[in-house]
């Protein structure tokens, strides 16, 4: 069973940048797209951004601000975010697509607050 553990969550000001990181346990074949979702309190679990080979798709609340990024060898994808606001808070999620099966990240936490 192959497992996301995810890092690089924390508590940062407003305009502040955080690099979140997900790595697989294991290698995983025929990866079909890696990505991030969030969930705010009370709200339900978002797209933020995900990556299909070279190209990547983006929440027009992230365009500009967040960057996702992929280490095929190290089976890992990266979340940058740059520019944060108090309503980027949630708990953050990574997810691997490969050959029809979906693998989650047990979540991380970024609060953006002064």
């Known amino acids: 069973q192959v497992q996301l553990v995810e890092s690089g969550g924390g508590l940062v000001q407003p305009g502040g940048s955080l690099r979140l990181s997900c790595a697989a346990s294991?290698?995983?074949?025929?990866?079909?797209?890696m990505g991030w979702y969030r969930q705010a309190p009370g709200k339900e679990r978002a797209f933020v951004a995900r990556?299909?080979?070279?190209?990547?798709y983006y929440a027009d609340s992230v365009k500009g601000r967040f960057t996702v990024s992929r280490d095929n060898a190290q089976n890992a994808v990266y979340l940058q975010m740059n520019s944060l606001k108090p309503e980027d808070t949630a708990v953050y999620y990574c997810?691997?697509?490969?050959?029809?099966?979906?693998?989650w990240g047990q979540g991380t936490q970024v609060t953006v607050s002064s």
């Open positions: 997810y691997v697509l490969a050959s029809g099966n979906m693998y």
């Open positions: 294991r290698s995983i074949f025929s990866i079909n797209a």
């Open positions: 990556i299909i080979g070279s190209n990547t």
